[in-house]
């Protein structure tokens, strides 16, 4: 079953990557590959982008990792993880090995405004696939994300 460890694993294999200058596009569980209960590699790079500095940690960056962060939040397969721990997990797993610097970035900030808007896309994206569907879930992670008290 899917452990706080997978939500840490997968932070450190988006960082990793953001390192090579990729920018993954669809970061989520389901472009993971395992072998038994491990995390070994990332797939689906159908939507990636390669920028031109990898030492330079961008606005691309945040945002990737942001959509990869309400992707997360939206997951089944994590739902008896808090929000709360899902995010601490994925950004502790990313920060401890990301290259770059965040001195001359608000990236806290930055970083929420994007969850906003990931989780604003995805309720307009769920409505569109789901009319009649139940948006709830998506709601209460839009809610959490504007009222996380993150970086503290």
Known sequence: SFKELHVVKMGEMLGRIHNE??????FSKRNLLFLGTEITGILDFEYANFTQNSNNFTFS?????????????????ASYISYDKRVKYFLQGYLSVIKTSFLDLDFYKLYQERLVFHSENEIKNYKYLNPKGNSEKYYDILNYVKSAKLGL
Do not use: E, K, N
Not at 21 to 26: E, I, K, L, P, R
């Open 21 to 26: 200058g990729v920018v993954h596009g669809d």
């Open 61 to 77: 960056f945040i945002d990737d990792l942001a959509h990869a962060t309400v992707l997360l939040l939206i997951s089944y397969s």
